[in-house]
């Protein structure tokens, strides 16, 4: 069983940076990596995805802020977080998936208030 382990939320001030890991118990080579976030009363959305090769693509609300990152020995992702917004406040989501299994973590708070 793939589990995910998610960690480096926290209180951050609006402008603010974070970086959040995700650890998996097992290989993600050969799998995408993805960020979500769930915000109180919303649905869930993508914030990131990153394939195997390094190819990403970003939510349009973080485009030019947020970098996701991963390290397919360590079996690992990152995403750094940088001038960060109150409407970044949100549980944050790693997401390993390929086109018939997904597996997610059980998610790190994100506060940005001032």
């Known amino acids: 069983q793939v589990q995910l382990e998610e960690s480096g939320g926290g209180l951050v001030q609006p402008g603010g940076s974070l970086t959040l890991s995700c650890a998996v118990s097992?290989?993600?080579?050969?799998?995408?990596v993805g960020w979500y976030r769930q915000a109180p009363g919303k649905q869930r959305e993508l914030v990131a995805n990153?394939?195997?090769?390094?190819?990403?693509n970003y939510a349009d609300s973080v485009k030019g802020r947020f970098t996701i990152s991963r390290d397919n020995v360590k079996g690992t992702s990152s995403l750094q977080m940088n001038s960060l917004k109150p409407e970044d406040t949100a549980v944050y989501y790693c997401?390993?998936?390929?086109?018939?299994?997904?597996?997610w973590g059980q998610g790190t708070q994100v506060t940005v208030s001032s």
């Open positions: 097992g290989t993600i080579f050969g799998y995408v």
């Open positions: 997401n390993l998936r390929d086109s018939q299994r997904s597996w």
């Open positions: 990153i394939w195997v090769g390094g190819t990403t």
